[in-house]
T-cell receptor, first 114, second 111 residues
Framework: EPEVTQTPSHQVTQMGQEVILRCVPISNHLYFYWYRQILGQKVEFLVSFYNNEISEKSEIFDDQFSVERPDGSNFTLKIRSTKLEDSAMYFC????????????FGEGSRLTVL | GESVGLHLPTLSVQEGDNSIINCAYSNSASDYFIWYKQESGKGPQFIIDIRSNMDKRQGQRVTVLLNKTVKHLSLQIAATQPGDSAVYFCAENGNDYKLSFGAGTTVTVRA
């Protein structure tokens, strides 16, 4: 069964460092998302991406965050200068069709900022 | 404020019994709702969805009920099994299928 894959599974970084989280969405999917989940809390929307551009972003997704689809298969989330409060599980998701809420999530990348 | 929320953060259920997980939403214009399940250490997994032109939808061992009058939806799991132990989120669809998740109900199945 096709799946969304994410790397790394866990990254520990120092405050102020840049982090790139990588995702490979399901191959025929066209819509891509990043969500995050702080430990014990709900899943929060960060950004959606379609047709090589951001379609919507949340207040969390400030100018420290960026996304890119560099090569037609990978979908990356970059945090330019990490803060302690960026520590969370980051989930990538993708969706095939324009009329379904069925997002396929990866298993997440846990980011720990020290 | 939060647009979707769950009534109870935890639910303990005996194996074989039915489970009912509740969710309230505040936006009367919302027209599409989805239930997700998140097992420990994994990403959310789609269970079932319902559009506002329906009040009930059934899947395999799951039923979602939508009451638009009181802005409430529920997920019913029949004959709950140990593998059903997880956190369950209701989600409300926004623009571009940006999902807004509720806080989650942790379901624990007792053997």
């Amino acid at each position: 069964e096709p799946e969304v894959t994410q790397t790394p599974s866990h990254q520990v970084t120092q405050m102020g460092q840049e982090v790139i989280l990588r995702c490979v969405p399901i191959s025929n999917h066209l819509y891509f998302y990043w969500y995050r989940q702080i430990l014990g809390q709900k899943v929060e929307f960060l950004v959606s991406f379609y047709n090589n551009e951001i379609s919507e972003k949340s207040e969390i997704f400030d100018d420290q965050f960026s996304v890119e689809r560099p090569d037609g298969s990978n979908f990356t989330l970059k945090i330019r200068s990490t803060k302690l409060e960026d520590s969370a599980m980051y989930f990538c998701a993708s969706r095939a069709a324009p009329n379904t809420g069925e997002l396929f999530f990866g298993e997440g990348s846990r980011l720990t900022v020290l | 404020g939060e647009s979707v929320g769950l009534h109870l953060p935890t639910l303990s259920v005996q194996e074989g019994d039915n489970s009912i997980i509740n969710c309230a939403y505040s936006n009367s214009a919302s027209d599409y709702f989805i239930w997700y399940k998140q097992e420990s250490g994994k990403g959310p997994q789609f269970i079932i969805d319902i559009r506002s032109n329906m009040d009930k939808r059934q899947g395999q061992r799951v039923t979602v009920l939508l009451n638009k009058t009181v802005k409430h939806l529920s997920l019913q799991i029949a004959a709950t099994q140990p593998g059903d132990s997880a956190v369950y989120f209701c989600a409300e669809n926004g623009n571009d299928y940006k999902l807004s998740f509720g806080a989650g109900t942790t379901v624990t199945v007792r053997a």
